[in-house]
């Protein structure tokens, strides 16, 4: 999770971004959903969509759009911008590590797509330690809803 203060807002609140990290498939978008539906004034923000426009502007070398410099600051800025100007928490769902990303258009695709997420749970556990101590992992220990009350209970929500 990362706390993002605003001193210009007119409430004096500290607005929040709420960086969900783990590995493909482990259930971000689904701790996502469960935040947003006990915290509705809270905006989704999935970077993915950013790398999906890009790919249709310029082309992306290694398959991952993670690895374009143009992406991780339109990120960044996107996410901070959401923040400033709607003065609302901004949670979203983000895998970081550098691999490629496939969507799935068929139930084969699907299939090989799965076996890719799951062959990269290692790498993705693999940097834990380098988190910072206050990061709630989705480690498969607690229910959706229990992960829900961990954060909320942290960003104050």
Known sequence: ???VPDEDLSDGE???IVRVNGAFGSGKTTLV???RRRWPEALVYDPETVGYVLREIVEVP???FQDLRLWRRQVVHLAVGLVEEYQKPVLVPMTLI???YVTPDSP???ERVRQWCKSRIES???V???LPSDTVFLDGELTTTELADDVLARVGG
């Open 62 to 64: 290694t398959g991952d």
């Open 33 to 35: 959903e469960e935040l």
């Open 124 to 126: 993705c556990t693999a």
């Open 1 to 3: 999770m990362t706390v």
């Open 108 to 110: 084969e695709q699907d």
């Open 98 to 100: 550098n691999a490629g």
């Open 128 to 130: 834990m330690s380098t």
């Open 14 to 16: 500290t607005r929040v």
